[in-house]
């Protein structure tokens, strides 16, 4: 155990280190609260500046090489730069910003400037959520290559919600169907088809995809496959 002597120094060493920290951490904790305060307030090119002032006073406190209070400090400054990463992010995602170009571009410049580290704040369901929204603009403006690359990307943040995934895959077969690229439309469709088996809608676009590439008799081992089967009998068959 320590000796009385001991605990008096740590005790000294600790009232030291609280008179160098503590002014940063108030002032960190305040500019934390008006952050807060801002975003559930949806105001967040405001709290993103407050966000930033809470993160560089933890950081100051940091800067003064302390010994009891480091632990705390870094869980604090994570805490606040998650709810940084997802601020900026809602403040991309707000509004009207995904049905224009340059909200587009500076979303997609924010998702793909981000580590991975930071990226793993952010759920990726909101994410592949996004993307949707965006390919289903290029999508209503007929602007096909831009959806189809967005589709892509909602299918790639695998999210796994199966709505979000069939709706991506829905389109994008509906889009490749009318560049008349059957074979990759097939396989969307299959795709989609893994959700429900029973989709009558989507067996009927199946359907549609074999008569184009006059191989309609293997329609049944078609509407059974899973995706990786049907491309390995696109092959077999074409």
């Known amino acids: ?7 008096l120094r740590h005790l000294e060493e600790w009232n030291d280190e609280r008179a160098r920290v503590k ?3 108030d002032i960190a904790v305040d500019y934390h609260q008006r952050a807060r305060m801002e975003a559930l307030l949806k105001n967040y090119g405001q709290a993103v500046r407050f966000y ?8 100051n406190a940091v800067g003064q090489n302390p010994r009891y209070y480091l632990q705390d400090l870094l869980e604090r400054i994570d805490h606040v730069i ?27 410049n924010f998702i793909d400037g981000l580590d991975v580290e930071k990226k ?4 990726n ?3 592949a959520r996004a993307y949707l929204e965006i390919a289903d603009f290029y999508n209503e403006g007929r602007k096909s290559k831009k959806a189809l690359e967005f589709y892509d990307r909602t299918l790639d943040a695998r999210c796994g919600r199966s709505f979000i995934e069939r709706e991506a895959h829905f389109k994008m077969g509906g889009i490749l169907f009318e560049q008349m690229r059957f074979k990759e439309a097939l396989l969307s469709f299959v795709s989609v ?7 009558q809608e989507v067996i009927s676009h199946i359907e549609d995809c074999l008569e184009r590439l006059s191989i309609s008799e293997y329609r049944d081992r078609f509407i059974k496959a899973t995706p990786n089967e049907a491309a390995k009998l696109i092959m077999e068959v074409l």
Do not use: C, T, W
Not at 193 to 199: A, E, I, N
């Open 1 to 7: 155990m320590d000796s009385i002597e001991e605990k």
């Open 23 to 25: 002014p940063f951490i």
């Open 52 to 59: 930033k002032e809470a993160i560089q006073n933890y950081r």
């Open 82 to 108: 998650e709810e940084h990463v997802n601020n900026s992010f809602n403040l991309r995602i707000s509004g009207d910003r995904l049905r224009k170009e340059d909200g587009i571009h500076e979303f997609v």
């Open 120 to 123: 793993r704040y952010i759920d």
């Open 125 to 127: 369901y909101d994410i």
């Open 193 to 199: 088809l893994s959700f429900d088996r029973m989709d």
